[in-house]
């Protein structure tokens, strides 16, 4: 009896507890009066100026509930919340099976969140699951309960959850998904657009089909059993053919392959989910210029057909500290949102070719090194034969230096240079430009015959192009949420030391070559093409490859690249095809330096320059027709003048002597 009577006792004390705490609650959600629901709950993204990227009003788009297809309020009310009306924001048993679930688990994992919960949370609060979190959401809960009608919550709820694609709220999705209003929804669109909110990402059509019409066709079964459509109605919605409209709204933002990749770089910050991170308010500051990236898709919609399957990835980054400041992945995100830009890996041509002289000019390479151009054929091994050949069967048939070879990218040159060096030693080096990817260490690696990111290989160009740095890429400088507070602020760093300086300059300077006529008397530098549309100091390099056109190029201020080709690899026949990606560089290089003055690559303190007979490679005299400055590290320059271009009255002497010579020779032989 005794332990009754405590148990009792015990009882008692709990009630009262709970009591005075519901009590207390109750009095205090009172005196703080109704709770604002015009809250900005929609994650906001900036560029590097703090002005909002693209329009981000036509993500979202306010409606009455008369406004909205009785079928889908319906379809979400049993998919959400089934007892939506009747309680006064929580589910009381739905919240013991997931206390029993959590506390047998020893975390938050089960949760039970009616339609006022979700509208608390997205309104209020950040997705976390902590004990905490959920507190709040429920005093928010009964604050929501307490002052606004079932229909004003449910009218907030409907125009703040997030559908996918860009779409907040069930107007804008309704657009995006059938490019229709939400009054106009039938019961099959709706029981689609009702399973999405469940997760965005998992049960959208345009992700994936399959859970997509399985969650469909269970809100359908879930609308028969409680009434709210008949049996008829059920067998024509299940037989109703949906005509999916791509996501439109894509038409209306700007950069979207770069919002894609500031999600994935936020998830990894926040490690949210990116619906989470969409739907909680956030102020994500970006290294995107606007500017810079409307020309980016102004030069897309100039240079491609939309009947081609051709397409495209470029990107632009500081090479300070690898902010990319913008970004194209494809000619059609509606289309393809897959990032070739980031994503994709392929033969990398001649661009490899930088990478490849860095290594020669570590192991004893000089700007004015020479090596036979002519068609050659490589045995390998013992019996193999490997016979690369230049563009267009173009060879100089004398000995060339390595400034012209990389100018005129010749071929020969660079696999002698593979091969004296060993493609072992190669593929190590490029581990020092951040090449992650193991590249196969063969003769044609020299040609860029290895697939890699173009990210990858700017990343690289961007080592060069500041001296030899790491460079780890990004797009997020800082996220502000809904309070204000400051959540991630991202610190400056110095990348470490990979290259070394005065080579990278040396390289940096070799690569102006491709845009310098005067390095060759006889043959067009890969540059030609383009020199005339340039008006500051570029270093680049292009590439090809049968399915392949790449050009990447830097100063001091920026590096960019872009990749042409076929996503299924097939060949690029056409020659103005090729031309594309070099076009674009150019163009995209003089919008980025448009009303900046020129600046010039630092030359360090271990370089020296000379003037240099490109014929030759030894150093200039006033008779040499083509003269070139050339930078050397201290110790490794020419010393000898020209002795080929000599004036003409020496010429005639010379020549008088040889004669004399050759006269007095005969007659002692005689």
Same mark, same amino acid.
């Given at each position: ?5 405590t ?16 009590g ?16 900005e709950?929609?994650? /906001?993204?900036?560029?590097? %100026? ?17 406004d $909205? ?66 507190? @709040? ?12 009608? @079932? ?26 998904y ?59 919605? +299940?037989?109703?053919k949906?005509?999916?409209d ?88 509606q ?10 890996k ?43 050949? %230049? ?12 400034a ?26 490029t ?23 173009l990210?990858?290989? /700017? ?20 996220? /502000? ?30 690569m ?18 383009? $020199? ?23 100063s ?16 690029? +026949? ?19 330096? +448009?009303? +900046? ?34 930078f ?28 004399g010579?050759?006269?007095?020779l ?5």
């Amino acid at each position: 009896m005794k332990l009754l009577r405590t148990l009792f006792k015990l009882i008692i004390y709990c009630g009262i507890f709970l009591a005075l705490g519901l009590g207390a609650t109750l009095t205090a959600s009172y005196i703080l009066g109704p709770p604002d629901i015009s809250n900005e709950y929609i994650t /906001v993204l900036y560029d590097q %100026n703090g002005n909002k990227i693209g329009n981000t009003d036509n993500y979202h788009k306010q409606v009455e509930l008369d406004d $909205i297809s009785t079928y889908l309020i319906d379809a979400t009310i049993l998919a959400e919340d089934k007892n939506f009306y009747e309680h006064h924001g929580f589910d009381y048993r739905g919240i013991m099976r997931a206390i029993v679930k959590n506390i047998s688990s020893s975390r938050l994992k089960e949760g039970a969140s009616t339609i006022t919960q979700q509208y608390a949370r997205n309104l209020y609060l950040t997705h976390e699951k902590t004990w905490v979190r959920k507190i @709040k959401e429920a005093f928010y809960t009964i604050r929501l309960e307490m002052f606004y009608s @079932k229909d004003e919550i449910l009218t907030g709820y409907l125009n703040s959850i997030y559908y996918g694609h860009g779409a907040y709220g069930i107007e804008a999705a309704s657009n995006v998904y059938f490019d229709k209003s939400a009054n106009d929804l039938t019961v099959a669109e709706s029981a689609m657009l009702a399973g999405v909110p469940k997760g965005p990402s998992y049960y959208s059509p345009f992700n994936n089909e399959k859970n997509a019409f399985e969650r469909q066709e269970f809100i359908l079964t879930l609308l028969l059993r409680e009434n709210s459509i008949d049996q008829a109605t059920y067998y024509n919605a +299940k037989q109703e053919k949906l005509e999916f409209d791509q996501p439109n709204i894509t038409n209306n933002t700007l950069a979207p392959y770069f919002e894609d990749l500031v999600m994935r770089e936020a998830r990894e910050i926040l490690r949210g989910e990116e619906e989470t991170i969409l739907t909680s308010g956030y102020h994500i500051y970006t290294t995107l210029n606007q500017e810079l990236q409307k020309q980016f898709e102004k030069e897309v919609s100039t240079y491609f057909d939309e009947k081609s399957d051709l397409d495209i990835g470029a990107i632009a980054i500081n090479p300070k500290d690898g902010a990319i400041i913008s970004l194209v992945g494809g000619k059609n995100y509606q289309n393809s949102p897959f990032n070739r830009a980031i994503d994709a890996k392929r033969m990398v041509g001649s661009t490899f070719k930088p990478l490849l002289y860095y290594a020669a000019l570590e192991n004893g390479y000089t700007p004015t090194t020479k090596l036979l151009s002519e068609p050659t054929a490589f045995v390998i091994g013992d019996n193999d034969v490997y016979k690369p050949s %230049n563009y267009n069967g173009y060879y100089a048939y004398e000995p060339i230096s390595l400034a012209q070879a990389i100018a005129l990218s010749d071929n020969i040159y660079a696999v002698k240079t593979n091969l004296f060096l060993s493609p072992e030693t190669v593929v190590g080096t490029t581990k020092k430009f951040g090449i992650k990817g193991d590249l196969p260490p063969v003769p044609s690696l020299a040609l860029g015959s290895a697939s890699i990111s173009l990210l990858e290989m /700017v990343q690289a160009y961007g080592m060069i192009a500041n001296g030899g740095s790491e460079i780890n890429s990004y797009t997020i400088n800082k996220i /502000v949420n809904q309070n204000g507070k400051v959540v991630y602020e991202r610190e400056e760093e110095t990348g470490k030391q990979a290259l070394d300086k005065n080579k990278a300059f040396i390289l940096t300077h070799l690569m102006q070559g491709m845009f310098d006529r005067r390095l060759n008397g006889y043959m067009e530098v890969t540059g030609s093409s383009i $020199i005339d549309n340039l008006s500051h100091p570029y270093a680049g390099k292009s590439g090809t490859t049968d399915s392949d056109s790449w050009m990447i190029g830097y100063s001091p201020l920026v590096v960019t690249g872009v990749w042409t080709g076929y996503d299924d690899n097939q060949p690029m +026949k056409l020659i103005n095809e090729k031309a594309i990606a070099k076009t674009i560089w150019a163009e995209m290089m003089e919008a980025a330096h +448009k009303d +900046k003055e020129e600046v010039s690559f630092t030359v360090p303190e271990g370089v020296i320059k000379k003037i240099i007979d490109p014929e030759t490679g030894m150093l200039a005299t006033n008779d040499c027709t083509i003269k070139r400055a050339t930078f050397f590290e201290k110790g490794t320059e020419p010393t000898e003048y020209c002795n080929v271009h000599l004036p003409s009255e020496e010429l005639s002497e010379e020549t008088g002597q040889k004669e004399g010579l050759l006269k007095k020779l005969f007659e002692l032989l005689r």
